[in-house]
């Protein structure tokens, strides 16, 4: 990935580039933004960068074997790790970020980089299931710095959401951090840095890296399409219910839905709370802010007049209801049976 491969963020770019060319590289550092604003992208043009021995007008020159290498993620001093997990996993077994690096390369070679946490685990095939950083891994990753660079320039370790780390993981992480080796780099990517622990935080030097949503949806959605329309048809369709008190209708709803896995249910009702707030925001004349284009701005241009002080709250509250329940594994026929009769006692005509 070459700087210039990268859409915006040229005021980021620049000072990254300066920072190597001036030779003040911090050994630890954490690249902090969306998924969409183009963090990965950036940590892996940065390393290309400081690894290339022909760099060019502020970038990479991306011919050169060291740049080819690290284009296809396949330098054998950069390493990369990354929330990880499998299905019908042993007890006691771990697993490690090595054995998915084809995955890993696919899905960035694919996306450009831009794809967040849902999408990877969509990639490795995991449903009901989370990826995370063991101690094993943090262990390795102490190991593999250990070594001698094997090509004489920056040994790399890119960690792609280290706030998937256990505690474990966290505090062998933090000995390196502490007193990092020459010539190594340690390059956080995280989308959500609050869950990081202070020690962690304190240590590394951040970039935040600015994402307008805008940008993070356009991407995304670009990526996932039929799934985002899909569920923006089902929030529809239980708006234009609910209003019509069509309640044999919206049980029907409730049993579809209740079909669907539930990793993807979950993010249809995170979906719905954000199509809500935004409602919410047209109604409120916030429409700049609302970051909604297409068929979506027009139905909650719509759907707005009906959302108001007198309902909002307690529709959220029912979403986000739901989403604790099934986050908690009830049975989806019962929480969205209720879900969906809540819902239209809350939607009305008048
Ligand atoms: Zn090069």
């Not at 967040?116 to 063991?134: K, P, R, T, V």
Request: aromatic residues 8%; glycine residues 8%; charged residues 25%.
């Amino acid at each position: 990935m070459r700087f210039s491969d990268i859409k915006g963020q040229e005021e980021i770019k620049r000072r990254l580039v300066r920072t190597i060319d001036t030779g003040r590289v911090s050994h630890a550092q954490m690249f902090t933004g969306e998924a969409g604003s183009g963090t990965l992208p950036l940590a892996l043009a940065y390393i290309q960068y400081l690894n290339c021995p022909d760099r060019k007008k502020g970038d990479s020159c991306g011919v050169c074997p060291s740049c080819k290498k690290i284009a296809s993620l396949a330098h054998p001093d950069i390493h990369f790790v990354m929330p990880v997990n499998k299905q019908g996993k042993k007890s006691g077994e771990t697993i490690t970020s090595d054995t998915f690096l084809p995955e890993w390369r696919r899905m960035v070679a694919e996306t450009g980089g831009y794809f967040d946490e849902q999408m990877w685990y969509d990639a490795l095939g995991l449903e009901n299931l989370q990826g995370l950083i063991s101690k094993k891994e943090a262990d390795e990753v102490i190991h593999k710095l250990g070594f001698k660079s094997f090509e004489g320039g920056y040994k790399c370790v890119l960690m792609w959401l280290p706030e998937k780390m256990n505690t474990e993981a966290a505090n062998t992480l933090l000995k390196i951090l502490e007193e990092p080796w020459a010539g190594t780099l340690f390059l956080l990517v995280s989308a959500r840095p609050g869950l990081l622990p202070a020690t962690i935080l304190s240590r590394v030097q951040e970039t935040v890296v600015p994402g307008g949503e805008f940008e993070v949806r356009r991407q995304l959605r670009g990526a996932d399409t039929a799934e985002a329309s899909e569920e923006f048809e089902a929030f529809v369709e239980l708006m234009r219910l609910s209003y019509n008190d069509k309640h044999l209708e919206l049980m029907k709803w409730a049993e579809r839905v209740a079909s669907l896995g539930r990793e993807r249910q979950k993010r249809m009702l995170e979906n719905f709370i954000r199509l809500l707030r935004s409602s919410l925001m047209i109604n409120a004349g916030l429409e700049d802010i609302a970051y909604l284009w297409g068929a979506e701005l027009d139905f909650c241009r719509k759907f707005a007049p009906f959302i108001g002080a007198h309902n909002v709250e307690k529709l959220v509250e029912e979403m986000e209801s739901a989403l604790g329940q099934m986050r908690q594994n009830a049975s989806a026929t019962i929480v969205f049976t209720h879900f969906a009769l809540a819902v239209s006692k809350l939607i009305t005509k008048n």
